[in-house]
């Protein structure tokens, strides 16, 4: 803002320079100019060599889709179909491009906010919305789609995926266990004691960092004065960071590190620098901490924006691709929102199902007890018990 | 084929919402997903979109007014759908207290409700040990608050879905419990009862605003600074005109085109020159440390009045800034201010403000301090005015100058000294080069 021969106060200059991102790897540039990357290009032959255009559109149109998703779900949120919902609007590029190049016998272990992987998975429509509709305790078959339910507790679920990576060994199979969080995960006892086994053990697991600068309300900055890759370099294990924002940059960085720990390589760590462009959640209103002109610059960044740019100079973003990608996503939009209004309630006595595997004689008991509480509401029946034990979330 | 869309709970365990704005009007078709209203719960102001596509055949809430969740909002007129049963009686449901998230379960002040025996209870479920428990937590609840309506979950339960207030029934069962009985007498008697219709704005005394947001932000800051700062107030009333024509010669400057340059862009450029040669009014009294801070950089902080009230962002070290930078930044400081994207940064760190009451046609005041700042000087308008001008009365263009500054930090002589310095800038642009 002032002149360029100005000198900053010294704590400004300080704040400044903190707040600008360092170096990342990228091979779309926002103006979606496709820039050489040696070390990066080897592993997106698909993408270049001859069918490169059918690979693009297909990106373009899964970042289209979970978009659409994304946004259906706030939208049925704000209608009270939806309890709560985390919005990804802003990082599908990175899920995108990292869910893209996952093998089907890979397994994820996700926070609540890879909506966008667990579509690349091939999660059923209909059960993604399901938890947050609360109608159940989790969404989906976690063995249907090689993916668990996404974990709510930070960063805990990166101990899982490298128990699960340790498995693979036992297995001796060249299977990949990954783990999605984010920034403020990393500041998580469990994140550090996940990459010591992983390094100790050498485990097949990939750490994939979403970088989207806000925990809830904290700004990345506040949580480290390095890059959050350069963590992973504490721990022995190999990181990379990139444009998280940019389809390629990160389908090219998952399948190298995904490479690696099928080679008997061991642990990564990916940091894909990308930005929530929407609140924490629906019951989170930014404009209270983030200043709106950071939101400006991000969205001149926008994933989608970039990848069409792109197709366009290449002259693949046919009408035909447009339209095909619209439809696309409002059929899906239209499965989604249906599947919501449409689901059935639970009925009051399913609190207690899937809480063991085998029979339980003080759930038993508590089940018993709940039942004759129940019995008292007469003609108002399961309703009004489901009001009576519904708690809050 | 009418549909009630109720307020849904947008946040996570809201129970109302203010309809801040309508974006459609009753007969507007919307699409679904399209956005109708925006509201403000206690944790976000959200855009609401429409869960239909149809005709919008009434709005339930003029914007300002707070709805409860699940009260009807707006109904829609849907081709093929069939009615909603609902809104015929008007009658809220019951509230519930707001329980935000992270902000811890709120405790039930009026007793757990009483689980009335049915019939005999078998011996292993009488469970002394939990009665007891939950006898003391009674103890424990203080007797200030008043008991909820005696009544059983049932009857709370058949309360709520007829829209019947407890608080408003007498009871009839044993030690005044209300029973089934009472609800549906109560019921009976209240569905004839209209809807309570909002006092029309016409005739309307008087009205209540909360304070908050940046008003209460600008009362705290200007009673902290009236109560901690004793303030002195000057005034120095000065001929422009020899500024007015430099600005006019300046805007002709090819190096300032397209720039905006107004008087308080000379006055800023003064104000930072004057307090080079007058630096007790770039300090600060540090009341912990007992020392003055002085500054050796100046943080211009500029008053601006905004959609969302006042704000004074500031232009961090504009002692270096040449004319043209100065213009440049301030010109972005108005800009960010009016299209409310200020930073907090901005906001914070100031060590000197000017106020431009000129804009609104007033010569002087006596400012407040900004707190934690020393001096603040308001800029009058400039006016033509008859005024002595080289031994005789001419038409010359004047402007007041108000200073207020700490009297902890600042003397009569040095306040003085710098009103007269900005004074004699202004008046005679050349007067610089004696100051620098």
New interface residues.
């Given amino acids: 803002m002032l002149g360029e021969d100005s000198t900053p106060h010294p704590q400004e200059r300080s704040r400044r320079e903190q707040s600008e991102d360092p170096e990342f790897l990228q091979l779309l540039d926002p103006s979606g100019q496709r820039v050489a990357r040696p070390e990066l290009d080897r592993w997106l032959a698909d993408v270049d060599g001859e069918g490169g255009a059918r690979v693009l559109a297909g990106l373009y149109e899964d970042m289209v889709v979970i978009r659409r998703i994304d946004m259906e779900a706030t939208a049925l949120q704000r209608q009270g179909e939806l309890a709560l919902w985390p919005p990804l609007l802003g990082q599908e590029a990175a899920q995108i491009g990292s869910g893209r190049a996952l093998r089907q016998d890979d397994f994820v272990f996700s926070s609540y906010r890879e909506n966008g992987v667990a579509y690349c998975r091939g999660v059923n429509l209909n059960e993604i919305l399901r938890v947050w509709r609360g109608n159940a305790s989790s969404g989906w078959d976690p063995f249907e789609i090689n993916m668990a339910t996404p974990q709510i507790i930070i960063g805990a679920q990166t101990l899982h995926s490298v128990g699960y990576a340790m498995g693979i060994q036992f297995d001796g199979a060249d299977s990949v266990a990954l783990a999605y969080f984010g920034d403020g995960a990393t500041s998580e006892g469990d994140v550090s004691e996940s990459m010591v086994f992983a390094a100790s053990y050498q485990a097949p697991v990939l750490f994939f960092c979403q970088n989207n600068h806000w925990a809830i309300s904290e700004p990345v900055t506040l949580q480290t004065h390095i890059t959050l890759a350069e963590r992973a370099g504490g721990f022995g294990i190999p990181h990379v960071r990139v444009d998280g924002n940019d389809v390629l940059a990160v389908l090219a960085a998952t399948r190298e590190a995904l490479d690696r720990a099928r080679q008997g390589g061991g642990p990564s760590f990916i940091e894909a620098v990308t930005y929530r462009m929407g609140p924490h959640t629906t019951a989170d209103d930014p404009t209270r901490y983030r200043d709106a002109n950071e939101l400006e610059d991000w969205a001149a960044k926008d994933p989608i924006l970039r990848l069409e740019k792109h197709l366009e100079s290449r002259g693949l973003l046919t009408q035909e691709l447009r339209e095909r990608v619209a439809a696309k996503s409002d059929e899906v939009a239209g499965v989604v929102r249906n599947g919501v209004i449409t689901m059935p309630e639970p009925e009051a006595m399913d609190v207690f199902k899937h809480v063991y595997a085998t029979p339980n004689s003080w759930l038993s008991r508590q089940e018993d007890h709940y039942r004759r509480y129940l019995a008292q509401f007469e003609h108002h029946g399961a309703s009004a018990a489901g009001h009576v034990s519904g708690g809050q979330h | 084929m009418i549909k009630v869309?109720?307020?849904?709970?947008?946040?996570?365990?809201l129970t109302e919402s203010e309809v801040v704005a309508w974006k459609v009007s009753p007969g507007q078709s919307v699409e679904l997903?399209q956005i109708i209203a925006e509201v403000e719960t206690a944790?976000?102001?959200?855009?609401?979109?429409s869960?239909f596509t149809g005709t919008i055949s009434a709005l339930h809430a003029e914007p300002g007014t707070v709805v409860g969740v699940g009260e009807p909002l707006v109904s829609f007129d849907i081709e093929g759908a069939d009615d909603d049963a609902v809104l015929a009686s008007g009658h809220a449901p019951a509230k519930r207290e707001a329980?935000l998230?992270g902000y811890g379960?709120i405790v039930e002040k009026d007793g757990r409700p009483a689980r009335?025996a049915?019939g005999p209870v078998p011996a292993s479920?009488a469970a002394p040990v939990v009665t007891a428990v939950v006898e003391d937590a009674l103890a424990v609840v203080p007797d200030a608050v008043q008991e909820r309506p005696r009544s059983?979950?049932?009857v709370r339960?058949?309360a709520k879905?007829l829209g019947v207030d407890l608080t408003q029934v007498t009871g009839t069962g044993q030690r005044g419990l209300i029973t089934r009985e009472d609800v549906n007498a109560s019921a009976s008697g209240t569905a004839a009862e209209s809807v309570p219709v909002p006092s029309a704005v016409d005739g309307v005394r008087e009205s209540r605003t909360p304070i908050k947001g940046v008003r209460k932000h600008t009362a705290a800051a200007m009673v902290a600074s009236a109560f901690t700062a004793p303030q002195v107030s000057e005034f120095l009333t000065v001929d422009v005109t020899e500024s007015m024509e430099l600005l006019a010669r300046l805007k002709a400057n090819r190096a300032f085109a397209g720039l905006k340059l107004t008087p308080l862009t000379l006055v800023a450029k003064a104000v930072l020159i004057a307090l080079g040669n007058n630096p007790t009014l770039n300090t600060r009294w540090d009341e912990a440390a007992q020392e003055i801070v002085q500054f050796h950089?100046v943080?211009l902080g500029i008053a601006a009045a905004t959609p969302r009230g006042l704000t004074v962002p500031n232009?961090?070290?504009a002692q270096?800034?040449?004319l043209?930078?100065l213009a440049?930044?301030l010109a972005?400081?108005a800009e960010?201010a009016r299209?409310?994207?200020t930073?907090?940064?901005e906001l914070n760190?100031g060590t000197f403000t000017i106020t431009n009451i000129g804009v609104f046609g007033i010569d002087a005041g006596t400012p407040m301090l900004y707190p934690g700042e020393a001096g603040i000087l308001a800029v009058g308008a400039v006016r033509r005015q008859p005024w002595e001008h080289r031994g005789e009365i001419a038409l010359r263009q004047v402007m007041t100058l108000s200073v207020s500054f700490d009297h902890r930090l600042v003397d009569g002589e040095q306040g003085s000294r710098f009103l007269a310095d900005v004074g004699s800038i202004l008046s005679d642009p050349g007067m610089v080069l004696t100051m620098i």
Avoid: C, M, Q
Wanted: hydrophobic content about 35%; glycine content about 8%; cysteine-free.
């Fill in positions: 869309f109720k307020l849904p709970d947008l946040g996570e365990g997903n944790k976000a102001v959200v855009e609401l979109p869960p329980n998230v379960a009335r049915r479920e059983t979950p049932p339960k058949l879905d950089y943080n232009i961090k070290d270096g800034l040449s043209k930078e440049v930044a972005e400081l960010n299209a409310a994207k930073t907090p940064a760190g």
